[in-house]
């Protein structure tokens, strides 16, 4: 920042682009991951999620969802608000694009995004996130068929840069004395 001598005029100026940071402590995000890719097949061949259930809570309501095969005979997703469309031909995308769809019309705290074949939950004020897989505890035929998983909280970083406000007249000003008619001149760098 600035130095000022005893007569006010600046005699020396460092820092100029002097920043500071502000940081906001966010929630905890979740991620569903479906499959090893977004084109892996959620039907039998592939992770057999029929008749599969999960919850999702958040800390005050819980919904829960079941994956059928008979929920629609075409590859679209389920009418049911809780149930989720599995069978051949179905891929990981579209199961995770479904997921986000009904979470995001749910009564939950919660705002889902699908990309590819990963759900990512993000709890709203005063809202925390817990996936429990019900049945056996997994989804799908092995463990990483289906993974929920938790990050800490993230970090918004807001930065801006102090710009200091030079002022400069030759020597001291006498505030009495002006007016319209007898100003003085300043400087913005």
Not at 134 to 159: E, P, R, Y
């Amino acid at each position: 920042m600035a130095n000022f001598n005893n007569d006010y005029t600046i005699n020396k100026l460092t820092n100029f682009n002097q920043q500071h940071t502000t940081k906001t402590a966010g929630g905890a995000v979740t991620t569903i991951t479906i499959g090893a890719s977004a084109s892996t097949d959620i039907g039998m061949g592939g992770v057999n999620l029929q008749d599969e259930q999960f919850s999702i809570s958040d800390g005050s309501t819980s919904v829960t969802w079941t994956y059928l095969q008979a929920c629609h005979e075409s590859n679209a997703n389920c009418p049911s608000a809780t149930q989720l469309k599995t069978g051949s031909g179905r891929t990981a995308a579209e199961a995770a694009a479904e997921i986000a769809t009904k979470v995001n019309a749910s009564a939950l705290n919660i705002t889902a995004n699908a990309s590819q074949n990963v759900v990512t939950l993000t709890p709203q004020a005063g809202a925390s996130i817990t996936v429990i897989e019900l049945n056996d505890g997994q989804l799908g035929g092995s463990a990483g068929d289906w993974v929920a998983a938790s990050s800490s909280g993230g970090t918004t970083i807001k930065t801006a840069a102090n710009i200091p406000f030079v002022f400069g007249v030759p020597g001291v000003i006498s505030l009495r004395a002006l007016s319209g008619a007898n100003g003085y001149k300043s400087t913005l760098v």
